[in-house]
């Protein structure tokens, strides 16, 4: 009986995964960037878009540029483990000292957003690769669901507890403090825990340079792989306009719909459970229609959910859209997953998911920076928003034209 309990590995890894969904739903989604336009900018809201996109951006050009260097690093030295709690320390420190931010602080706010979520991403990249390592090799899609589940959960915790601590903006920065607490203690079991697999130091021989090398030897072989390449082609646009849209939510509800923090708060604890629910909707859907035509149906519902946020200004009609885009949100990125996993060949699955993993990043550079930008020469947040249509409209254009397979019309089994 022993032996069918989860061990102290896998826990470890799973509360990990609690702790930093507090950092991605405090300082990125729900709180931060409110504060960061309203206090620490003030004035002109379009400008206060426009320099946290230009955050934002960086802080992910910043990890594109790093996760390869460090990754061959941490492949040449067999030391992943430090490379993965420094760069989680540096997220969980940069959140906590985001308390101390304050009018007219512009520049060392903006510095400790880029350090953070750039830690925060760099640290999820090792924080992935101990999966295969914790987890036993039949319950690996099992630990990653429950780490998942985890997520969400924290997710929802932190918007509890913002429901409490934020009575207004100005006032809830002791929200930070509590991120950055619950992150370092959920993060700690992990930092205790987790031991870098043995092996020989040095095994590839390489140097820095062989992470971006693997990157454009990745690259070359998906070509080879026509369906594989035209997917991660369309989900590299449809990836960038919903990390967008959840990096400006709040900003768009709260200083465009002029929602309450609090009525925000429960907004987005309602899209938090649509995207769990519609992770699993999606998830049997896919296994009825094949993950390629429901990752394409997930995106037109993106573009119908953007076209009613521009037309429709009431709020009602603004719950029932987020709501609709929560639904697929989860469930977009959960098939493209399956269609990756069923695509790929075993023996390159690894490299594939990797591959989308990075595009995903770089992707999530343009998005912010562009919505930023629109934001700040229109003055008009509802403009920004239509602009992300572009990217939608390119990945449902690009997924169309991928060759039917007769396997799709075979459901999957689970």
């Known amino acids: 009986m022993r032996s ?10 799973i509360l990990y995964d609690f702790g930093m969904a507090w950092f991605s739903m405090v300082v990125i989604t ?7 336009k309203e206090v620490v900018v003030g004035g002109d809201r379009g400008y206060g878009d426009f320099l946290w996109g230009v955050t934002v951006s960086a802080a992910m050009l910043l990890a594109v540029l790093l996760s390869p260097l460090l990754g061959a690093l941490a492949d040449l030295k067999r030391n992943k483990k430090i490379f993965f709690v420094t760069a989680a320390s540096i997220a969980i420190l940069s959140t906590g000292l985001l308390y101390y931010t304050g009018p007219g602080q512009v520049l060392p706010a903006m510095l400790l957003v880029i350090t953070g979520y750039a830690g925060y991403t760099v640290a999820m990249t090792f924080y992935n690769s101990f999966l295969s390592e914790v987890a036993k090799s039949g319950a690996v899609e099992k630990v990653s669901g429950i780490g998942w589940g985890i997520g969400y959960l924290g997710g929802l915790a932190a918007l509890v507890c913002m429901v409490f601590l934020v009575p ?10 509590l991120a950055g607490t ?22 590839q021989g390489g140097s820095i340079a062989a992470g971006c090398s693997r990157i454009i030897a990745t690259f070359k072989e998906i070509r080879a792989y026509r369906r594989v390449f035209l997917f991660l082609l369309g989900y590299f646009f449809v990836s960038d306009a919903m990390s967008t849209v959840i990096v400006f939510f709040s900003s768009y509800t709260v200083h465009t719909l002029h929602f309450t923090v609090r009525e925000n708060t429960v907004l987005l604890m309602l899209v938090q459970l649509s995207a769990a629910a519609g992770s699993v909707v999606t998830g049997l859907l896919a296994q009825r229609i094949g993950p390629l035509q429901t990752v394409i149906w997930t995106v037109v519902v993106w573009i119908g959910a953007l076209l009613g946020i521009f037309a429709f200004s009431s709020r009602q009609a603004f719950y029932v859209l987020s709501v609709s885009a929560g639904l697929v949100l989860g469930g ?34 343009l998005g912010p920076l562009l919505y ?43």
């Open 332 to 365: 977009t990125q959960a098939t493209a997953r399956s269609f990756i996993a069923r695509e790929s060949p075993p023996e390159k699955l690894g490299e594939f998911f990797g591959f989308m993993t990075f595009g995903s990043k770089v992707a999530a550079i």
């Open 182 to 203: 619950v992150y370092g203690l959920f993060a700690l079991p992990s930092f205790l825990i987790l031991k870098d697999s043995p092996g020989r130091i040095g095994a």
């Open 30 to 36: 729900a709180y931060f960037i409110l504060y960061f």
């Open 168 to 177: 207004n903006v100005a006032e809830g920065k002791a929200v930070m403090l």
């Open 4 to 13: 069918n309990r989860p061990s102290a590995p896998i826990i470890s890894w």
């Open 372 to 414: 930023g930008v629109i934001s700040n020469q229109t003055n008009n947040p509802r403009i920004a928003i239509l602009s992300l249509e572009v990217f939608f409209v390119a990945g449902l254009a690009v997924m169309l034209t991928i060759p039917r397979s007769c396997a799709e019309s075979i459901p999957e089994s689970t």
